[in-house]
């Protein structure tokens, strides 16, 4: 629908990290970040929440009974995973613009 999504809450990443992910490089370093976050984003039993706002942008609000489950996919959406959808038969991982 054109409009991008973001999470509510702002988590300070870290720059080496953030290079890494984005690398075009296919190292085993590279693969186990990747496999790490979407670890963060996918195991948990929080539900996304999108929320209007405007300028085309959608806020995500993750909501869930652990306040530890929040952090960590929160950090996982910072770092570009976003958990976008959660049904009782699968979820939906934005990874860096790219819906999985």
């Not at 999470?7 to 290079?19: G, H, I, S």
């Not at 489950?69 to 934005?94: K, M």
């Amino acid at each position: 629908n054109g409009q991008s999504l973001k999470p509510k809450m702002k988590v300070k990443t870290n720059q080496e990290l953030r290079e890494l992910l984005r690398s075009e490089k296919d190292t085993e370093r590279l693969k186990h970040a990747e496999d790490f976050f979407i670890a963060l984003a996918a195991c948990n039993t929080i539900v996304p929440l999108t929320l209007e706002s405007e300028k085309g942008v959608k806020l995500i609000d993750y909501q869930g009974e652990s306040p530890d489950e929040q952090a960590l996919v929160y950090a996982a959406a910072a770092h570009g995973y976003t958990l976008v959808e959660r049904t009782s038969g699968y979820i939906v991982i934005d990874i860096h613009g790219n819906k999985q």
